[in-house]
């Protein structure tokens, strides 16, 4: 019986491999001209290095097993925390602030879904020990450049711009425990796909009173202009006024700045974002399609204690993360990726009595960057030779002994008789 690949794992066929390398291709490139520097870490970890920042029970989630040194061992399910080892054992000897990306594979234990696989790649960049708010407005920047090289405009998506702390000073003058406010969050995170019975059940689960803490937090998540949010602040925030007013002109900073990059019909004020991980500390956002679907397209936001949980020095972070199948999903669907059609610069014909040459001059154009192919069977007349053809821009004729040779432009229908030397610099 035949050998299928694994659940949620995917095979990718040269015109699979072209869509992926298309959009990756895409990636580098606006991330090298936003002057963000490639890094990559080891795909095996030490499973500790996840546990460490998402807890024990992380690892019924990950592809995890002990080495034959005795080691407990994952595949990475992420590139956060390796990135945050690599900056931190080096901050002292590092030039900063830093501008990194990454595209890797990762890999989770979770049932698979649309969307949502084992395998799959992700872009992350990420601006390290960089405090002004012009960090944040620099990732998203970035974020919708990406987007756009791909073909997609503010027809196709926007972005929903939230923030953290704003939601922790919330949630503290709602008297709710500092010990539960990342489990508050995280219901929070998930209203949107939950009935509000559900996320009543939750909150009264916490022994909190869940129909009156969702009242304003509802009123809350409504607010879509800074002068609604300061209007409601002056009503709900009675003893953080100084924090509330920085956050407020954080905010007002942010989003002039998206407005010089042009970028304001793009962003949404929207605290019903809180993004799920707990280690986000201030403005977060999420990426989504415009269609009914309403898929994620992205997401990111700060992290200013994160790279400290690891034992490190504090340094403060700004990231955003794309990840490749929801997106290439869209793309596909709105025909933005170019179609798979390979095509050699030139395809070379000969016999018997030219292929000396015509190999050495296969090898020579090979060398400088043209792409040359030709039949690898032998003793097929050019006429046979004609009919394996791939598609090429240019066929070179080497027949009968002759070092003249013809070279043919296919789509011009336009022959040129030269000699097999002049082949080089005709080209």
């Known amino acids: 019986m035949p050998i299928?690949?694994?659940?949620?794992?995917r095979e990718f066929y040269p015109e699979n491999c072209f869509e992926r390398n298309f959009?990756?291709?895409?990636?580098?490139?606006?991330?090298?001209?936003?002057?963000?520097?490639e890094y990559d870490s080891p795909i095996l970890e030490p499973l500790e290095l996840f546990t460490e920042k998402s807890g024990e029970e992380i690892a019924a989630q990950l592809f995890n097993f002990v080495d034959r040194g005795g080691r407990a061992v994952a595949l990475r399910p992420e590139m956060t925390p390796a990135v945050a080892r690599m900056i931190?054992?080096?901050i002292h000897t590092l030039k900063r602030p830093l501008k990194w990306f990454s595209i890797e594979e990762n890999f989770r234990y979770e049932r698979p879904q649309k969307g949502r696989l084992r395998s799959f790649y992700q872009l992350n960049a990420d601006i390290f020990d960089e405090k002004n708010i012009h960090a944040d407005a620099e990732i998203i920047a970035l974020a919708v450049a990406i987007l756009r090289s791909l073909g997609l405009t503010a027809d196709d998506f926007h972005i929903r711009l939230s923030d953290r702390s704003l939601w922790t000073l919330l949630l503290r003058e709602l008297a709710v425990p500092e010990n539960l406010m990342a489990d508050v969050l995280s219901i929070v995170d998930k209203m949107e796909r939950e009935s509000f019975g559900e996320s009543v059940e939750r909150l009264d689960a916490l022994n909190l009173e869940g129909a009156r803490l969702l009242e304003d937090i509802a009123i809350f998540q409504a607010i879509r202009t800074v002068d609604?949010?300061?209007?409601?602040?002056?009503?709900?925030?009675?003893?953080?006024?100084?924090?509330?007013?920085?956050?407020?002109?954080?905010?007002?900073?942010?989003?002039?700045?998206?407005k010089y990059f042009g970028l304001t019909h793009f962003v949404t004020l929207d605290f019903g974002i809180v993004r799920g991980l707990a280690y986000y500390t201030g403005f977060v956002f999420e990426i989504f399609e415009r269609s009914g679907k309403s898929r994620a397209l992205a997401g990111g936001g700060r992290y200013d204690d994160l790279i400290e949980k690891f034992g490190y020095p504090r340094t403060v972070a700004v990231g955003l993360a794309i990840g490749d199948v929801t997106l290439?999903?869209?793309?596909?669907?709105?025909?933005?990726?170019?179609?798979?059609?390979?095509?050699?610069?030139?395809?070379?014909?000969?016999?018997?009595?030219?292929?000396?040459?015509?190999?050495?001059d296969a090898y020579d154009l090979r060398?400088?960057?043209?792409?040359?192919?030709?039949?690898?069977?032998?003793?097929?007349?050019?006429?046979?030779?004609?009919?394996?053809?791939?598609?090429?821009?240019?066929?070179?004729?080497?027949?009968?002994?002759?070092?003249?040779?013809?070279?043919?432009?296919?789509?011009?229908?336009?022959?040129?008789?030269?000699?097999?030397?002049?082949?080089?610099?005709?080209l």
């Open 367 to 426: 060398e400088r960057g043209f792409s040359v192919n030709y039949v690898l069977k032998d003793g097929l007349s050019p006429d046979k030779q004609f009919k394996q053809a791939i598609k090429a821009h240019w066929i070179a004729y080497y027949t009968n002994g002759q070092e003249n040779i013809i070279l043919r432009n296919v789509v011009q229908r336009k022959d040129y008789p030269i000699h097999h030397s002049e082949i080089i610099s005709f």
């Open 88 to 90: 931190g054992s080096k």
């Open 23 to 37: 959009i990756f291709e895409k990636m580098r490139q606006v991330c090298q001209n936003f002057c963000f520097t």
């Open 228 to 258: 609604d949010l300061e209007n409601f602040s002056q009503i709900i925030f009675k003893n953080l006024d100084n924090e509330v007013a920085l956050r407020l002109d954080q905010l007002r900073l942010l989003l002039a700045r998206l």
């Open 328 to 360: 290439g999903n869209v793309l596909v669907e709105r025909h933005l990726i170019p179609t798979f059609d390979p095509i050699a610069d030139l395809f070379i014909i000969f016999d018997s009595t030219t292929e000396a040459f015509a190999m050495r």
């Open 4 to 9: 299928g690949i694994l659940p949620g794992f």
